[in-house]
């Protein structure tokens, strides 16, 4: 059998992991049997690794040591606005971490995490999903990532997958991923199309070009801080501001009673994208001083949540005119408009989409698989070379480096195909200068400060010349990853420079090490024993065994068997469940003897009692 790869869509809401079984794309349900799996992480507070839905189900009880929407804060630097307006937002706690990186920790319980820890934590999980469901290890992955996530979110993305215990064997934009899916086995003519991709934390607009198999994307652009997120706040707010100015106080500063809010203003939002009003209810919400418990009750409108959240569409119609003029391509042109993401089920979302493209969005794919799915496809095109599809992506920012007067210059333009290199040759300033640093930054700005800090590199051990003599040349590479890196050659000598990174987000690689270790060993935690294995197979076909004899056992009791023996194969049974639900492997085999022997005992007075003159039968 062909190695396996699977493709996951790391969502800042909810993840989803596909694989290619014979030929078709298929989304694998996690063991709880769903196919979406919360992207949430928590310690419960008996100190256990809860994932998913255990996770988000325990949310308002155990806010504080409940991790949601981790992929806002992936390859993020504490000091940045997006992580500060993040913070004031998230019901953890997040601390700085180190000052010269500038990175941040997430507390958990007792410990701390990096982002690209916790979301390891989701993969771990979704891996020994794949795991289950294939029967064999899976190693290599697909993981996709928004087409807007800079240098440090995909490395912090890359980093998460190499902690999990995977070879993530390509990064692949979401938007172009769920274009895959799209094109996957048809025979679609040459087209233009575009991907509206707004989940819970991102949005993200490409247009691309199919033709012959190729996926070529033409222009891309987004907003990493805009998603379903962002609407739940306006609800949050609209429901927490009246309450704070009639009791004085703010449920947004208690984090048990912003959970809450959050959830029922999450809850309030989708069921609105089917009806037109909705009732929402908080019983206890808080307690006011001298006067007892205080609720929270409101009805909302459709409408009403269509003025509240007006200014987040229009932002994403403003980036879609944008992308689409530097695809030099008018809304009517396109071909296809492909929706993706939860939030596009807003029936605002939909009619604007309608107005600016003047068509029906495609119902082509489904918005919550699509990602996933096309991730698989990729993955089993690079592996297996199954496919005849060819992806080719672009950079959607500008790569270049910090000049005189603190000014950008700009070395590979945003929307170049990737993967792509560029020169740029420094001379030395100075006589016998030994040592250059370049600043490298990701942006559209003029202005260096004003763009993301990649990583400063340090070139040493120069040769010594008069100043101007040395050239050194810099090539700047940018991988189908979307990954950069940086490496130097003297002109002259044609000699290789060292460079080091002085200044990255990105964990270190004994970080990564550690945190792989740790993983491992959970993981192997998680791993049922092959005796148990067997076990319970055995408990499963027993258990069934009983279900099917349990109406005719009821009714040989009531015909003089009497209650005992059915009450004493009722206890065994639940022992036994209880023993299969803690993997206690060497109780469970007595137990299901012990079973065996009853149900061959049961039987036996079933069947005596159904010919016996007494018994009735069935
Ligand atoms: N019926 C609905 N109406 C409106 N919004 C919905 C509906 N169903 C889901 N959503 C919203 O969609 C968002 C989640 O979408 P999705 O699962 O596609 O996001 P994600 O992939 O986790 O996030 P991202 O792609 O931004 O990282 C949530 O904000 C959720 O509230
Ligand atoms: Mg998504």
């Known amino acids: 059998m062909a190695e396996p790869v699977i493709g996951i869509d790391l969502g800042t809401t909810n993840s989803v992991v596909a694989t290619v079984q014979s030929g078709t794309p298929v989304v694998i349900a996690n063991r709880s049997g769903y196919r979406l799996t919360p992207s949430v992480v928590a310690i419960a507070k008996n100190g256990k690794r809860l994932v998913g839905s255990l996770a988000r189900r325990q949310a308002v009880t155990n806010a504080e040591r409940t991790v949601v929407s981790v992929k806002r804060l992936m390859g993020r630097k504490w000091s940045s606005r997006s992580t500060q307006e993040a913070l004031a937002r998230l019901p953890y706690t997040v601390v700085p971490h180190d000052k010269e990186r500038d990175d941040l920790l997430i507390r958990l319980g007792e410990n701390a995490y990096s982002p690209p820890e916790i979301s390891a934590m989701v993969l771990a999980e979704l891996r020994l999903d794949a795991e289950a469901f294939l029967g064999q290890p899976v190693t290599k992955a697909v993981i996709t990532v928004p087409a807007y996530f800079n240098d440090s979110q995909r490395n912090a993305t890359k980093d998460a997958g190499r902690i999990a215990g995977l070879d993530v064997i390509r990064i692949i934009n979401e938007p172009t991923s769920a274009s895959l899916a799209y094109g996957f086995g048809k025979q679609i003519g040459e087209k233009q199309i575009c991907v509206f991709d707004l989940g819970g934390g991102t949005f993200d607009f490409t247009v691309l070009h199919m033709y012959k198999g190729v996926f070529e994307v033409e222009a891309t652009g987004g907003d990493s801080l805009l998603g379903g997120d962002d609407f739940d706040d306006r609800i949050v707010d609209w429901l927490a501001q009246p309450f704070l100015e009639k009791h004085r106080i703010d449920l947004r500063k208690d984090k048990m009673s912003l959970q809450r809010l959050r959830d029922a203003a999450e809850k309030a939002k989708c069921e609105l994208s089917s009806t037109l009003q909705v009732e929402i209810n908080l019983p206890f919400i808080a307690t006011a001083q001298g006067a007892g418990p205080l609720h929270l009750q409101a009805a909302l ?56 493209f003047g068509r029906e969005p495609s119902k082509a794919v489904n918005p919550d698989e699509a990602v996933a799915l096309g991730a698989a496809i990729q993955g089993a095109m690079l592996l297996h070379q199954e496919q005849e599809m060819l992806l080719l992506d672009v950079t959607p920012h500008s790569l270049g480096i910090a000049i005189a007067g603190g000014f950008f210059q700009s070395i590979i333009p945003k929307n170049t195909t990737v993967p792509t290199s560029a020169h740029h040759v420094f001379t030395t300033v100075k006589d ?187």
């Open 301 to 356: 409108a459709r409408p009403q949540v269509e003025v509240l959240t007006r200014d987040l569409v229009d932002r994403c119609l403003g980036v879609c005119e944008r992308v689409m003029a530097e695809a030099k391509v008018k809304a009517t042109e396109l071909g296809d408009v492909l929706l993706v993401g939860g939030q596009t089920r807003m029936p605002l979302i939909q009619a604007r989409v309608r107005q600016m």
């Open 432 to 618: 016998d200068q030994t040592s250059a640093k370049i600043t490298v930054l990701q942006g559209e700005s003029e202005i260096a400060a004003q763009n993301e800090l990649l990583g400063e590199f340090m070139m040493t051990g120069l040769r010594k010349a008069k100043r101007g003599e040395v050239d050194i040349d810099v090539i700047f590479d940018i991988s189908a990853d979307g990954i950069v890196s940086v490496s130097a050659l003297d002109v002259q000598t044609g000699l290789r420079q060292s460079i080091t990174v002085t200044s990255s987000s990105g964990l270190t690689e004994d970080e990564i090490k550690t945190a792989a270790k740790a993983n491992e060993e959970w993981m192997l935690g998680q791993k049922e024993d092959p005796e148990f294995q067997k076990q319970k197979v055995r408990a499963e076909e027993l258990f069934k065994q009983f279900d099917e004899l349990w109406p005719r056992l009821k009714q040989a009791a009531a015909n003089g068997l009497g209650n005992e023996p059915v009450q004493r194969a009722e206890a065994a049974l639940s022992v036994a469940k209880l023993q299969v639900q803690q993997k206690e492997s060497a109780g469970l085999a007595a137990s299901l003897d012990r079973l065996d022997r009853m149900l061959g005992a049961l039987r036996g007075a079933v069947e005596r009692g159904l010919t016996s003159p007494r018994g009735s039968k069935p």
